[in-house]
T-cell receptor, first 115, second 116 residues
């Protein structure tokens, strides 16, 4: 059962335009969400996060929006640059009974930004 | 380099041999995670450790795989009697203890295991 779903395996965008990457989740207990970027042959790099007490968090060209009622979050990159071409992973976590957290990952969306 | 350090970056083993992957967390981080990425698949959680304690090993295969994070030294992911299906990228990540409000984990560059 995939609790975190990135339904678009790939996305292609023109340089300078907006890239919108989507992520849906099923567990209403998730209260912390993160986006990571991954280049081939490298480890994932943390991009931006959002707590469930917020509905938006912005960092430079990257903005994450959280819609709790729809159990949906999105990452907006504007303007998109060729160097943004990578696989983007959405991850979510909830505090469990042991007061621990575990990140649940989506399968990723491959973004290609074309010059 | 204050980041998460993994070695070796690339490891080739014959079927039946043992593979040992090492991970040194970021300075100040006491928690380590191991993930595996099989070809054409996403990141799969394997195990979550703090020093001398396994917190969550729900993603570890039942046999041949083990992980430790001793009081001194790096975390080790050990795969005994490797098979071709173990060929994958193994990523280590570290964090401070995941807080009530959530936390960020930081990844190393990965170790690529090839079983021939």
């Amino acid at each position: 059962d995939q609790q975190v779903k990135q339904n678009s395996p790939s996305l292609s965008v023109q340089e300078g335009r907006i890239s919108i990457l989507n992520c849906d989740y099923t567990n209403s207990m998730f209260d912390y969400f993160l986006w990571y970027k991954k280049y081939p042959a490298e480890g994932p790099t943390f991009l931006i996060s959002i707590s469930s007490i917020k509905d938006k968090n912005e960092d430079g060209r990257f903005t994450v929006f959280l819609n709790k009622s729809a159990k949906h979050l999105s990452l907006h990159i504007v303007p998109s640059q060729p160097g943004d071409s990578a696989v983007y992973f959405c991850a979510a976590s909830a505090r469990n009974a042991g007061n621990n957290r575990k990140l649940i990952w989506g399968l990723g969306t491959s973004l290609a930004v074309n010059p | 380099n204050a980041g998460v350090m993994q070695n070796p970056r690339h490891l080739v083993r014959r079927r039946g041999q043992e593979a040992r992957l090492r991970c040194s967390p970021m300075k100040g981080h006491s928690h380590v995670y191991w993930y595996r990425q099989l070809p054409e698949e996403g990141l799969k959680f394997m195990v979550y450790l703090q020093k001398e304690n396994i917190i969550d090993e729900s993603g570890m295969p039942k046999e041949r795989f083990s992980a430790e994070f001793p009081k001194e030294g790096p975390s080790i992911l050990r795969i005994q009697q490797v098979v071709r299906g173990d060929s994958a990228a193994y990523f280590c990540a570290s964090s401070t203890p995941l807080s009530y409000s959530g936390n960020t984990i930081y990844f190393g560059e990965g170790s690529w295991l090839t079983v021939v």
